[in-house]
């Protein structure tokens, strides 16, 4: 019996896992699950192009002196993978 490979299409694996790992109602070990399985993906697709936290992980207002800080108690989990422009 010959394997039958199939293909999927990662640009929309990215999409749905950035909006999982946005909403702020998934569970965190579910967040985990899925950076891990998309990482992997984008990684051994030769796609990875990079993450980013959510802004809700940075400091804001008044004690804000650099955009990229992240805040005391961020939460690792709330990540935005970047599209690979191979992908668009």
Known sequence: MSAHRQTVRVLGI???ANNYLANPDTPRDGRQAIIALVSMILLDSGNYFGFNYLRSEFLSGEMQTDRNVLRDGYD???????ISPKLR
């Open 14 to 16: 990215v999409r749905d």
């Open 76 to 82: 690792s989990t709330r990540v935005h993978f970047y």
